[in-house]
């Protein structure tokens, strides 16, 4: 890497460990705002490749954060894939949105709570046949397959699930897959060269894959959220167990993606467990086992968790004084700046500072005033400037000024 990057890198590394680097790090989470300041639509960051690359790394050279967000994070994949897939679970401009509308997650009872059973029972199997259907209607061949269990049976097992794979609806489901694989890929490819281009230059990725606690897998992608909240008083111990086996495919997903690319800080957004969301009781019960594994789990494999606290985590703060001090990042959204200085100063890098809202509708000189209270309440050590959440949309005047005054007020 060249000098620049190790530059960024050590300013990182001294700021996680909670030593005072040169200037305060910069983290620029930029979701859509390049397809906005580089004149694309939505639907085009979605549908062209070439297009949301070139935005990005435009983006990227201008502004010249310490860190920025991985690419993939507004997409979910190229917009082609979820017209092939005939994706349900989700809402993308230029497919089922209008042109320049961000996309949208559409929740629901992806698996009933008496499916339970099936799922703690053979997880694979339940989201092969049942879940897949369910969120891709184009894939709806699949639910025609029988059990994954009969494979079991060796040569007696085998011929069947063959004759299965030869029915027309699983063929074309399969067929459906291997057309989006193109597609997936070529969005993958180049978006791999895109971040070994800005390396190479000189920029480092915040993370490149995000990692999701258990309980929001369950409660995001599977059960929504009135139904987890539901099975946290009707079945807990159920909603427990599906959370023990997902919890090795959380882990082992996070130190896959380390490894595949080099990156080893491992982004971790969190969704349900802000106040809130569930009670402290609950909360004891279960998000915080699990999130104070995950991120140990994490460090011990020499990886640097970097989880989002989203929403307000006043309640919740002292749990984090049980974590690894000096080895991850907390990237808060909208909890007390002097609260987490007075709370975690000696534990976590904290990662907050500017709300969105006013790189919209803020002045250059709130922007300045902003910057220069968060720089001061840390005291220009283990503290990362970034916004609030992910930037669709910013004044470019305001977003230079934040950057500009970053780094005149933490090297004073």
Request: hydrophobic share 40%; proline share 7%.
């Given at each position: 890497?060249n000098?620049k990057?190790?530059?960024?890198?050590?300013r990182?590394?001294?700021?996680i460990?909670l030593?005072?680097?040169?200037?305060?790090?910069?983290f620029l989470?930029?979701?859509?705002l390049?397809?906005r300041?580089e004149g694309?639509?939505?639907?085009e960051?979605?549908y062209?490749?070439d297009?949301?690359?070139?935005?990005?790394?435009?983006?990227v050279?201008?502004?010249d954060?310490?860190m920025?967000?991985?690419?993939?994070?507004?997409?979910?994949g190229a917009?082609q894939?979820h017209?092939?897939l005939?994706t349900l679970?989700?809402?993308?401009?230029?497919g089922?949105?209008p042109?320049d509308?961000?996309?949208?997650f559409?929740?629901?009872?992806y698996m009933?709570q008496?499916?339970?059973?099936?799922?703690?029972?053979d997880p694979?199997?339940?989201?092969?046949r049942?879940?897949?259907?369910?969120?891709?209607?184009?894939l709806?061949g699949?639910?025609?397959l029988?059990?994954?269990?009969n494979?079991a049976?060796?040569?007696y097992?085998t011929?069947?699930y063959g004759?299965?794979?030869a029915?027309?609806e699983?063929?074309e489901s399969i067929?459906r897959?291997?057309?989006?694989?193109?597609?997936?890929?070529?969005f993958?490819?180049?978006?791999?060269?895109?971040?070994a281009?800005l390396a190479?230059?000189g920029?480092i990725c915040a993370a490149n894959a995000?990692?999701l606690?258990?309980?929001?897998?369950i409660s995001?992608?599977?059960?929504?959220?009135?139904g987890?909240?539901?099975d946290m008083?009707?079945v807990p111990?159920?909603l427990?167990s599906a959370?023990?086996?997902?919890?090795?495919?959380?882990?082992?997903?996070?130190?896959g993606a380390?490894?595949?690319?080099?990156n080893?800080?491992?982004?971790?957004p969190l969704?349900?467990?802000?106040?809130?969301?569930?009670s402290p009781?609950?909360?004891e019960?279960?998000?915080?086992?699990?999130l104070k594994?995950?991120i140990?789990?994490l460090v011990?494999?020499?990886?640097v968790p970097?989880?989002?606290f989203?929403?307000t985590?006043?309640?919740?703060?002292?749990y984090?004084q049980?974590?690894?001090?000096?080895?991850?990042?907390g990237w808060f959204?909208?909890?007390d700046l002097?609260l987490?200085?007075?709370?975690?100063?000696?534990?976590?890098?904290?990662a907050?500072g500017?709300?969105?809202s006013?790189?919209?509708?803020?002045?250059?000189?709130s922007?300045r005033?902003?910057?220069k209270?968060?720089?001061?309440?840390?005291e220009?050590?283990?503290f990362?400037?970034t916004?609030?959440?992910v930037?669709?949309e910013?004044?470019p005047?305001l977003?230079?000024?934040?950057?500009d005054?970053?780094?005149?007020?933490?090297?004073?």
């Amino acid at each position: 890497m060249n000098e620049k990057y190790e530059q960024k890198r050590k300013r990182i590394d001294d700021t996680i460990a909670l030593k005072k680097p040169d200037h305060v790090p910069i983290f620029l989470p930029q979701s859509y705002l390049p397809a906005r300041t580089e004149g694309i639509t939505l639907k085009e960051a979605h549908y062209d490749v070439d297009a949301w690359v070139r935005a990005n790394k435009n983006f990227v050279l201008k502004y010249d954060p310490d860190m920025y967000f991985f690419i993939e994070a507004p997409i979910n994949g190229a917009g082609q894939v979820h017209d092939i897939l005939g994706t349900l679970a989700m809402k993308w401009p230029g497919g089922t949105l209008p042109d320049d509308v961000p996309f949208q997650f559409v929740e629901g009872e992806y698996m009933l709570q008496g499916e339970y059973d099936h799922f703690l029972d053979d997880p694979s199997d339940f989201l092969l046949r049942v879940f897949t259907p369910r969120v891709f209607k184009n894939l709806e061949g699949f639910s025609k397959l029988p059990p994954l269990k009969n494979l079991a049976l060796g040569c007696y097992g085998t011929p069947v699930y063959g004759m299965a794979m030869a029915a027309p609806e699983v063929v074309e489901s399969i067929e459906r897959l291997m057309e989006m694989s193109k597609h997936a890929l070529n969005f993958t490819v180049k978006s791999g060269q895109l971040y070994a281009e800005l390396a190479a230059e000189g920029h480092i990725c915040a993370a490149n894959a995000p990692v999701l606690h258990p309980f929001d897998i369950i409660s995001d992608m599977l059960r929504g959220m009135r139904g987890t909240m539901l099975d946290m008083f009707q079945v807990p111990d159920k909603l427990i167990s599906a959370m023990e086996k997902l919890y090795p495919l959380s882990l082992g997903g996070a130190i896959g993606a380390a490894q595949a690319t080099g990156n080893n800080q491992i982004f971790i957004p969190l969704h349900r467990g802000a106040d809130g969301f569930m009670s402290p009781k609950q909360f004891e019960q279960f998000y915080w086992p699990y999130l104070k594994k995950l991120i140990e789990d994490l460090v011990n494999a020499n990886l640097v968790p970097m989880p989002f606290f989203e929403g307000t985590y006043e309640q919740r703060i002292d749990y984090l004084q049980d974590l690894p001090a000096g080895k991850c990042i907390g990237w808060f959204d909208r909890s007390d700046l002097n609260l987490l200085k007075e709370k975690l100063g000696d534990i976590m890098c904290v990662a907050a500072g500017m709300p969105a809202s006013l790189l919209q509708t803020g002045t250059v000189e709130s922007v300045r005033k902003q910057t220069k209270e968060a720089v001061n309440t840390f005291e220009g050590k283990g503290f990362i400037m970034t916004s609030s959440t992910v930037i669709d949309e910013a004044k470019p005047e305001l977003l230079q000024a934040w950057i500009d005054a970053t780094r005149e007020f933490s090297s004073q």
